[in-house]
Nanobody, 116 residues
């Protein structure tokens, strides 16, 4: 059992920045990767960024160079720093955690709206 809680979403103007947080609790020791996904209205959920326990990262092409994923293991928290936000970044952002041989865990999502 893993619980994930996202925070930090909100309304921001184009070109602005937000930092999302995902706090993990429960049986967290088996987590080997975490990531951020997003889903915009009428679109499929897509990978934003992911990070593994060895520190490897991967980014979706649309956010590469603008977003940075990081983690603080002492706090069991993952972050997504989002810079140079665009209207097309508007979506619900979900925290994800992978545990081997267990269905993926998801947070409840946090809304990010980029609009002038």
């Amino acid at each position: 059992q893993v619980q994930l809680v996202e925070s930090g979403g909100g309304l921001v103007q184009p070109g602005g920045s937000l930092r999302l947080s995902c706090a993990a609790s429960g049986s967290i020791f088996g987590i080997y990767a975490m990531g951020w996904y997003r889903q915009a209205p009428g679109k499929q959920r897509e990978l934003v960024a992911a990070i593994t326990n060895d520190g490897s990262t991967n980014y979706g092409d649309s956010v590469k160079g603008r977003f940075t994923i990081s983690r603080d293991n002492t706090k069991n928290t993952m972050y997504l720093q989002m810079n140079s936000l665009k209207p097309e970044d508007t979506a619900v952002y979900y925290c994800n955690a992978l545990v081997r041989f267990t269905p993926a865990y998801w947070g409840q999502g946090t809304q990010v709206t980029v609009s002038s």
